[in-house]
T-cell receptor, first 113, second 112 residues
Framework: DVKVTQSSRYLVKRTGEKVFLECVQD?????MFWYRQDPGLGLRLIYF???????EKGDIPEGYSVSREKKERFSLILESASTNQTSMYLC????????????FGDGTRLSIL | GIQVEQSPPDLILQEGANSTLRCNFS?????LQWFHQNPWGQLINLFY???GTKQNGRLSATTVATERYSLLYISSSQTTDSGVYFC??????????????FGTGTRLTIIP
């Protein structure tokens, strides 16, 4: 079974802090994704990566950056956290090539005070 | 980009009832997945179903790709079925660009 692990289930940070959300997958998947989920808006893609050191902007990349130094790890970075980044963050991974299901981690509920 | 609409937005049923959730999408797709998000926020992959019909216990799903819709059937509902059901699709884009677009979900509440 695919295992996607997010480093924290709950996280509370202050406005202006630099925040790191970590995601690790154990199935040698090429693709990794970061989504945020907000009430009434569903899940929206922030960034994704299809290879080490590669990244592509999703639908809402503003205020975020990402890092993929190793194939199994994909980090989401909030350079200077703001209250409107309070949300549920979900990481996913999949094999490359289309026609492949995405597998999700348990999510990190982030609160910015 | 591709649009995904789910209906109904909310559904309240008595335990034991059957239900049908619908997902319409605006363009051809490479991938369609149904997810269940439980009350703890965990997103569980129910079906990977870009076309055809699949069944898993009390749940089944059908995607008619040519007509751009998918249906999720839940029979003999149980309280543990409560939560939000999401449909997500991957449009036929550039290779290496396999991102999912999610609908806004159907919130299902099963009453004992």
């Amino acid at each position: 079974d695919v295992k996607v692990t997010q480093s924290s289930r709950y996280l509370v940070k202050r406005t202006g802090e630099k925040v790191f959300l970590e995601c690790v997958q154990d199935m040698d998947h090429e693709n990794m994704f970061w989504y945020r989920q907000d009430p009434g808006l569903g899940l929206r893609l922030i960034y994704f990566s299809y290879d080490v050191k590669m990244k592509e902007k999703g639908d809402i990349p503003e205020g975020y950056s990402v890092s993929r130094e190793k194939k199994e790890r994909f980090s989401l970075i909030l350079e200077s956290a703001s209250t409107n980044q309070t949300s549920m963050y979900l990481c996913a991974s999949s094999l490359l090539g289309g026609f492949q299901p995405q597998h999700f981690g348990d999510g990190t509920r982030l609160s910015i005070l | 980009g591709i649009q995904v609409e789910q209906s109904p937005p909310d559904l309240i049923l008595q335990e034991g009832a059957n239900s049908t959730l619908r997902c319409n999408f605006s363009d051809s797709v490479n991938n369609l997945q149904w997810f269940h998000q439980n009350p703890w926020g965990q997103l569980i992959n129910l079906f990977y179903i870009p076309s055809g019909t699949k069944q898993n216990g009390r749940l089944s799903a059908t995607t008619v790709a040519t007509e751009r819709y998918s249906l999720l059937y839940i029979s003999s509902s149980q309280t543990t079925d409560s939560g939000v059901y999401f449909c997500a699709v991957e449009g036929r884009g550039v290779f290496g660009n396999e991102k999912l677009t999610f609908g806004t979900g159907t919130r299902l509440t099963i009453i004992p």
